[in-house]
C-alpha cells in the first residue's frame, strides 16, 4: 500500500486548506484511514481517523469543530478539510492507514505534506 499526501501549503491565520490522500495497493487489511501532524521538536499527534465507510469519524482535540475528516473510496482517496487554521497547526501532515478504532495500528504512512500557519 502507497499514501500520497497532497494540498499542503502556506496559509495566514484564519484560512483554510484541504489535504488529500491517494491510496494506492489493496487496503483492505487496512480500512481506517487517519490523519497525524508533527510539528518541529514535538511529537507526533493524532488528528483525525475514520472507518472505511466513512460513517464513523473521529477527531483529536486539537481538530474537534475545525476540522473534517472525508473519504471516497471509489478515488481511493481520504481528505482532511481544515478551517480557521492557527499557527500551532504549523507541522506536516500524514496520512496512515490501519486497523483499530478510534485510533488504529498504522499499518502504512505517506511521506508527509507541509502546511504553514502564518499570523
Known amino acids: 500500500v502507497q499514501l500520497v499526501e497532497s494540498g499542503g501549503g502556506e496559509v495566514q491565520t484564519g484560512g483554510a486548506l484541504r489535504l488529500s490522500c491517494t491510496a494506492s495497493?489493496?487496503?483492505?487489511?487496512?480500512?481506517?484511514m487517519a490523519w497525524l501532524r508533527q510539528a518541529p521538536g514535538k511529537e507526533r499527534e493524532f488528528v483525525a481517523s475514520i472507518t472505511y465507510s466513512g460513517r464513523n469519524t473521529y477527531y483529536g482535540n486539537s481538530a474537534k469543530g475545525r476540522f473534517t475528516v472525508s473519504r471516497d473510496n471509489t478515488e481511493n482517496m481520504v481528505f482532511l478539510q481544515m478551517n480557521s487554521l492557527k499557527p500551532e497547526d504549523t507541522g506536516t501532515y500524514y496520512c496512515?492507514?490501519?486497523?483499530?478504532?478510534?485510533?488504529?495500528?498504522?499499518?502504512?504512512w505517506g511521506q508527509g505534506t507541509q502546511v504553514t500557519v502564518s499570523s
Open positions: 496512515a492507514a490501519g486497523i483499530g478504532w478510534p485510533v488504529p495500528n498504522y499499518h502504512h
Open positions: 495497493g489493496d487496503t483492505s487489511s487496512s480500512p481506517v
